[in-house]
């Protein structure tokens, strides 16, 4: 026979609550630099630009908006470190388990970032 003691905890732990803001703080913002990616690359001519003629198009990167990509790259990178680091402390108990979503954004951004700096320095 098994005395169960009830749960008196109100609300997760200090910890625990670090850990979802990193994550969220990791997965938003790298959300957030493939949003800017997609505004500041080079737009393409189609067939219907060709058709048309249309020279509106600008056929640069938008350099203004590679810095804030590179920001948004290095916050959800450290984000990731820091909430792994987070989950690793908190490995104690039998139903902790790793987050899955800061490894892969962990190695997303660090991917990116590596790509973003060979671009800027290269």
């Known amino acids: 026979m098994s005395l169960r003691l009830a749960n008196r905890r109100k609300q997760p732990d200090k910890i625990l609550r670090l850990l979802a803001w990193a994550n969220a703080t990791a997965v938003i913002s790298l959300f957030l630099s493939i949003c800017l990616i997609a505004i500041a690359k080079p737009k393409r001519m189609n067939f219907l630009d060709h058709f048309y003629s249309v020279q509106r198009l600008n056929p640069v990167w938008n350099m203004d908006l590679a810095g804030?990509?590179?920001?948004?790259?290095?916050?959800?990178?450290?984000?990731?470190?820091?909430?792994?680091?987070?989950?690793?402390?908190r490995m104690q108990r039998k139903g902790d388990h790793i987050h899955a979503t800061l490894v892969l954004c962990l190695i997303a951004s660090a991917v990116s970032l590596i790509f973003y700096l060979k671009l800027m320095l290269g």
Do not use: E, Q, T, V
């Open 68 to 89: 804030y990509i590179g920001f948004m790259f290095l916050l959800s990178f450290l984000a990731s470190c820091f909430g792994l680091f987070l989950n690793r402390k």
